[in-house]
Antibody
């Protein structure tokens, strides 16, 4: 059974970057893709983008183009999400989730809280 | 981009009641590409149902999904205390972006 283990909470200054990791603990198969979804305090879910680890390709939501980078380290089965030029509006919990070939999110990581504050 | 609108935003109900949550799409979508996720307070979301009506492994059979076209529903036949949570519908498929409804919160009356 696949599990996703995310890195711990971060506090960042405005204008800086944050890098969140998502380790894929694989039971039987490698996920087709890993999506990143964020949730601002008290708000709903916002899909940010996805990475296909085996080929390294990314697809991003339009609003994150130029600011979001997702990479994979296949040797450690870890996917990374780096978000730059942070503002207070980026304060949120960031989730990774396994994503099927038709973009169904079927398993979620536990979430990583990122606080952006001066 | 498909916009999903859920109703109501909040529903106050008692354990044992039957509830129906609605998810309306901004255009006709394939019924094989509509999912429901449950998020309990302080936890990550969890996939409950995909393909409109197929329960994910571990989802109790008191949860059922139905719908077609633009209108989809999640029904909980008999609310248990652990069902009080926020429920999100999700559209998926070949095209991006992936979209979610804004969520429906089930509160204990």
């Amino acid at each position: 059974q696949v599990q996703l283990l995310q890195s711990g909470a971060e506090v960042k200054k405005p204008g800086s970057s944050v890098k969140v990791s998502c380790k894929i603990v694989v039971g039987f198969s490698t996920p087709f893709a890993i999506s990143w979804v964020r949730q601002a305090p008290g708000q709903g879910l916002e899909w940010m983008g996805r990475l296909t680890p085996l080929v390294g390709t990314t697809k991003l939501a339009h609003k994150f183009e130029g600011r979001l980078t997702s990479t994979a380290d296949r040797s450690t089965s870890t996917v990374y999400m780096e978000l730059s030029s942070l503002t207070s509006e980026d304060t949120a919990t960031y989730f990774c989730a396994t994503t099927t070939a038709v973009n169904l999110l079927d398993l979620w990581g536990q979430g990583t809280l990122v606080i952006v504050s001066s | 981009e498909i916009v999903l609108t859920q109703s109501p935003d909040t529903l106050s109900v008692s354990p044992g009641e039957r509830v129906t949550l609605s998810c309306r799409a901004s255009q006709i979508i394939s019924s094989i590409h509509l999912a429901w996720h449950q998020q309990k307070a302080g936890q990550a979301p969890r996939l409950l149902i995909f393909g409109t009506s197929t329960r994910e492994t571990g989802t109790p059979d008191r949860f059922s999904g139905s719908g077609s076209g633009t209108d989809f529903t999640l029904t909980i036949s008999r609310l248990e205390p652990e069902d009080f949570a926020v429920y999100y519908c999700q559209h998926y498929g070949d095209s991006l972006p992936i979209t979610f409804g804004q969520g429906t919160r089930l509160d204990i009356k």
